[in-house]
């Protein structure tokens, strides 16, 4: 479904990733962990060609992009079959929550504003916004930004979707209705990439966990693998770090 090989990203003098090479299948929900500056959100970028990488390539299903200088044409396809969640929101806030989610469907994928208002309206309550459809974003509250942001993604029907740690900019009340709506989501077989440092979450909801620092993926597995029976001792001091009562084992 998704393969990414060799890939790297360099911002000046610094190399942000290093050869990074990753699978991820069709309906999988792979969640990636590591401290800030380990590289996490600029790989996300990368699958999109938000950031272009300086080598390796990025694969999803038979479309193969790859390097630093690709077509327009390679970079739209890529696009059309991905979707992000950003950190923080990027809606319109001159729009609606219902002009919102209706914009990519009838800009980018030309598709009839009658057809995309009843998709974006479906989107919509499936996120559980179907009373705030002419609401702007200011009228909000930052879960339901970010759920509009979700259905956002949704709407436009993508092979992926992309989290860029969906829950960081929220309030501690706020997260667990952005996170119940992205595990519904998942029960429905979505292939997903996570980047969060919602440790249950991670737990509940992932098929695999990757850990990453410094640029390079330390080591992956299955959450309770990865939480239980880390093999690496970077992996494991995150944890003691990150989450108040480790439980793994040694």
Sequence with gaps: ?????????IFGSQQVL?????SVDKGEVVVILGPSGSGKTTMLRCINYLERPDAGEVRIGNLAVRGKHPSRRDIHQLRQRTAMVFQQYNLFKHRTALENVM??????QRIPHSEAR???ARMLEKVGLGSKLDHYPGQLSGGQQQRVGIARALALNPE???FDEPTSALDPELVGEVLEVIRRIAREGITMIVVTH????????ANRVVFMDGGVIVEEGQPEEIFQRPREERTRQFL?????EPNYSI
């Design 118 to 120: 009843e998709i974006s």
């Design 160 to 162: 992926v979707i992309l």
């Design 198 to 205: 919602e440790m249950g979450f991670a737990r509940d909801v």
């Design 240 to 244: 003691q770090r990150i989450m108040p």
């Design 103 to 108: 914009e990519g469907l009838t800009v980018v």
């Design 18 to 22: 290093k050869e990074i090479n990753l």
């Design 1 to 9: 479904m998704i393969q990414l090989s060799g890939l790297s990203k």
